[in-house]
């Protein structure tokens, strides 16, 4: 089952305090994936990549089909920080689609070395997002409860 559905909205809930614990949590996922590798326990932690990187991937498309696209049409915003995100997710899905890889082969090297390098663009990343994006979300859109139902109902299925 998925975190996001896990708990139901306080209705004072901001888009910055929302989007930030699916940002956490999925760090804790990959943290934990990342040291199974480091001790080559591949079977936990080809499932623990897998589970990581649906969560995440659900996370970037719930940005690029309900956020995102609110807060566009709310400020007629279109080639600024979103355009800068999508850009950030497409990187983070090629590095996605490297681990995948060297999850398969088992190749904790390769897999360390990639990882590393996510990580550090997924704190810098989440960083803008949470400093100044969804802060920007929240001011602009009125209807925040809304918009959060619609991100938790997101199936992660591109549009
Ligand atoms: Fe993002
Ligand atoms: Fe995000």
Redesign the pocket.
Known sequence: MLASNQKRLDPMTTLLEF?TA??RKCDEMFASAEEDVSEKSWTLASQKFAEFNAAIAR?LAQ?ENVLFPAFEEATGMTQGPTAMMRMEHEQMRSLLAQLAEAAGTQDASRFLGLSETLMVLIQQH?MK?EQMLYPMCDQALAETDAIIAKIEAFSGDPV
């Open positions: 989007m699916a940002h996370h940005e989440n997002e």
